[in-house]
């Protein structure tokens, strides 16, 4: 229990850490885009193209929140940044954020060229990236204790 104490999370509000309190929004929004941008390519339907982007741009904006929550706890204490996956967990979520960022770009272009297929490519590896990141954070909390309260 000990060490638990140590791993804190350095981002925290009232004892709660605000990183895992972010992250459900953005990846959310990035599976949500991924799903809108299938059923654009399926339909050819305007709107769904236009709620890719907003889910895309949405996500990005929780995403860097999140981003920035999660830096300061990797930053702040060096016994979490010690813990195996901290590294690949930081550097999946930051390759997501970029993808994702990249693809919020792209979806400003007109809705088939925004889409077809760069777009939901760009989706597919994203949402692909989140499961791993995911485990490998989960992995942080329940395994070794980063940010649980004693």
């Known amino acids: ?46 709107m769904w193209a236009d709620f890719s982007a907003w889910l895309l741009i949405v996500g990005v904006l929780f995403g860097v929140l999140a981003a920035i929550a ?3 706890d990797f930053l702040g204490n060096r016994l979490v940044r010690a813990q195996t996956p901290a590294w690949p967990h930081l550097i999946g ?3 997501a954020l970029i993808l994702a ?3 919020a770009l792209i979806h400003t272009r007109d809705a088939w060229t925004s889409v077809w297929p760069t777009g939901l490519i760009l989706s597919v590896i994203t949402v692909l990236i989140l499961p791993v990141t ?10 070794h204790g980063v940010g ?3």
């Open 101 to 103: 960022i990249v693809n």
């Open 93 to 95: 979520n930051g390759l």
């Open 1 to 46: 229990m000990q060490e638990a104490v140590r791993l804190r999370s350095t981002a925290q509000i009232a004892g709660h850490p605000i990183h895992p309190m972010l992250v459900p929004v953005p990846i959310a929004c990035f599976v949500g885009a991924l799903l809108t941008d299938i059923a654009y390519v399926v339909s050819a339907e305007i």
């Open 134 to 143: 995911g485990w490998l954070g989960w992995t942080m909390v329940y395994r």
């Open 148 to 150: 649980v309260a004693p």
């Open 70 to 72: 999660g830096l300061t």
